[in-house]
């Protein structure tokens, strides 16, 4: 079960676009001949896509969950810039988008574990390729799940804002599935449900390289930021390029 409500206030504060975010992807984009087209895939409340469309981008938002894409509509300033959002999930992007016209594909802020079966995982990472042009880049962002133990409780690193903290928590069932538990906590000490054993696959680097592999790309590059800092065995996050 999902109450997204409580997270969509505190969103932008939570899953920042920082300046070290920014440069990653301008120095991405700059590999393309402009306009640059990008999609990106759990898009949130748009923050990332409203700033990068700015620049000769033509930018495209997916997102499944409502209020979070009415926001993302929201923060448009003019009706010039090329930006658009769609409810949608991963399973449908192929039949309703071009194929062979996006330069780069991402999802971030572990948008990918969502995908929560593995065959689908599979089909993501295919369909990616038939909407990719030839040479196009997916970029993920996601955290090391190689930090934890299999079958085992795994408490995600918080998330700290200003005015509230994201406690997430992932735990394994008896029949090897897992569910996403998460809540908000105010100043205040008040606590705000966000998800409530919502399934999920906390997909592994190897399960990446492998996936990855299987679809046609050519080279995957595990980073522990944007700053392209090469991952190790302790990394907490990863920032995945596949070409």
């Known amino acids: ?34 306009p640059v087209r990008f999609l990106n895939v759990g898009c949130g409340t748009g923050i990332l896509e409203n700033r990068l469309a700015k620049d000769m981008t ?62 689908l995982l599979r089909k993501f990472f295919f369909d990616c390729k038939q909407l990719l042009v030839e ?15 299999k079958n085992q409780p ?23 599935e897992y569910f996403l538990t998460s809540d908000i906590e105010t100043g205040n000490g008040k606590k705000l449900p966000v998800y409530d054993r919502v399934k999920v696959y906390p997909v592994v680097q190897s399960e990446i390289a492998d996936f990855a592999k299987e ?7 595990f980073y522990s930021d944007y700053k392209k800092t090469p991952a190790s065995e302790s990394s907490e996050s990863l920032v995945v390029i596949i070409r």
Request: hydrophobic share 40%.
């Open 215 to 221: 679809a046609g790309f050519n080279s995957v590059e």
């Open 1 to 34: 079960m999902e109450t997204i409500t409580n997270l969509v206030e505190y969103y932008d504060e939570l899953y920042p676009v920082t300046q070290e975010q920014f440069d990653f992807y301008n120095s991405i984009l700059e590999t393309f001949s402009k």
């Open 135 to 149: 040479n196009g880049i997916i970029v993920l962002q996601l955290s090391n799940y190689n930090l934890f133990k």
């Open 58 to 119: 033509d930018v495209t938002g997916l997102e499944t969950i409502k209020e979070l894409l009415e926001s993302a509509a929201r923060k448009r300033r003019n009706q010039l810039m090329a930006v658009r959002f769609f409810q949608m999930s991963t399973i449908e992007m192929v039949r309703f988008l071009g194929k062979g016209f996006y330069n780069v594909i991402s999802c971030l802020n572990d948008r990918i574990i969502f995908i929560h079966d593995k065959v």
């Open 154 to 176: 795994v408490n995600l690193p918080k998330k700290n804002s200003i005015r509230v903290s994201l406690s997430s928590k992932i735990e394994p069932a008896d029949d090897g």
